[in-house]
T-cell receptor, first 113, second 117 residues
């Protein structure tokens, strides 16, 4: 079982719809990240969360530490939101000594006009 | 925010050769991270590079295959040695630094797309 699971893997929606992407994790974390990757490969950090909720424009990210679950919401979706959305965690007390991220497989989002 | 550049942006290499990827950051950072993204897969951490010490490798990655240099606080290199077609991936470097919201963010380079024939 992967340490970071995302759902759905693929999502196609119409412009204007409310989008929800879910992320569950099974390890202790110090923070959870939502990232956006466009077809050219570039990755942009959207949010870094350790508790509660954050909002940036049409994007909202929430995390429930007790349930080990986070959601990314997009309101009033637009075709330019089409990308791969990746959930990643910073592990707490990583045994390997490295503090890099552990990634989910990503959600491929397509917003149709 | 941190701006990261990588060289080369892409390369096509022959089996058995080596390629060194450069990562330059516009600010001083303690730790730099190297990731690999194989076709259709998510990112996987290769190693963490701290300035002035040996890189720390994740399980499944070894220094002989992926030697890393970190000569100063703004620069690192990753070498993919004795390449095989299985090494065809996008290689990304990343740093953690202060973001616009007053908290740390992860910043990623544009990636190096490597194809091994």
């Amino acid at each position: 079982k992967n340490e970071v699971e995302q759902s759905p893997q693929n999502l196609t929606a119409q412009e204007g719809e409310f989008i929800t992407i879910n992320c569950s994790y099974s390890v202790g974390i110090s923070a959870l990240h939502w990232l956006q990757q466009h077809p050219g490969g570039g990755i942009v950090s959207l949010f870094m969360l350790s508790s509660g909720k954050k909002k940036h424009g049409r994007l909202i990210a929430t995390i429930n530490i007790q349930e080990k679950h986070s959601s990314l919401h997009i309101t009033a979706s637009h075709p330019r939101d089409s990308a791969v959305y990746i959930c990643a965690v910073s592990r707490r007390g990583g045994g390997g000594g490295a503090d890099g991220l552990t990634f989910g497989k990503g959600t491929h989002l397509i917003i149709q006009p | 925010s941190a701006v990261i550049s990588q060289k080369p942006s892409r390369d096509i290499c022959q089996r058995g050769t080596s390629l060194t990827i450069q990562c330059q950051v516009d600010s001083q950072v303690t730790m730099m991270f190297w990731y690999r993204q194989q076709p259709g897969q998510s990112l996987t951490l290769i190693a963490t590079a701290n300035q002035g010490s040996e890189a720390t490798y994740e399980s499944g990655f070894v220094i002989d295959k992926f030697p890393i240099s970190r000569p100063n606080l703004t620069f690192s290199t990753l070498t993919v040695s004795n390449m095989s077609p299985e090494d065809s991936s996008i290689y990304l470097c990343s740093v953690e630094g202060p973001g616009g919201g007053g908290y740390n963010e992860q910043f990623f380079g544009p990636g190096t797309r490597l194809t091994v024939l």
